[in-house]
Nanobody, 127 residues
Framework: QVQLVESGGGLVQPGGSLKLSCAAS????????ICWFRQAPGKEREGVSC????????YYLDTLKGRFTISRDNAKNTAYLQMNSLKPEDPAVYYC????????????????????WGQGTQVTVSS
């Protein structure tokens, strides 16, 4: 079955950390640009971070620079989003997408336009 499955979300206190995983099956994630998006209730979807498939170029939402890190493990066919110093404004459903395109093009796509996308994992930040 061809799919992306996110995991690692949950409840964390402000200042805490979570590491999200995006596991691919049925295709080789290494060939694809990976992007993480998030959407909170009543808010528009945001492109959080991307990792290019060719030169390893990365993108981060300006407000997240220094707190979030995107990576991939090709041997595990999995991408990750390490989230540190989580803030009350970070809660959302986080989901990953894979595209045979630049990260810039991936960020412009609607969810259904990605080559592959997952169903998301909930991140909650609360004391």
């Amino acid at each position: 079955q061809v799919q992306l499955v996110e995991s690692g979300g949950g409840l964390v206190q402000p200042g805490g950390s979570l590491k999200l995983s995006c596991a691919a099956s049925g295709f080789t994630l290494d060939y694809y640009t990976i992007c993480w998006f998030r959407q909170a209730p009543g808010k528009e979807r945001e492109g959080v971070s991307c990792l290019s498939n060719d030169d390893g170029d990365t993108y981060y939402l300006d407000t997240l620079k220094g707190r979030f890190t995107i990576s991939r493990d090709n041997a595990k066919n999995t991408a990750y989003l390490q989230m540190n110093s989580l803030k009350p404004e970070d809660p959302a459903v986080y989901y990953c997408a894979a595209d045979l395109s630049s990260w810039y093009e991936s960020l412009l796509k609607d969810r259904h336009e990605h080559d592959y996308w997952g169903q998301g994992t909930q991140v909650t930040v609360s004391s």
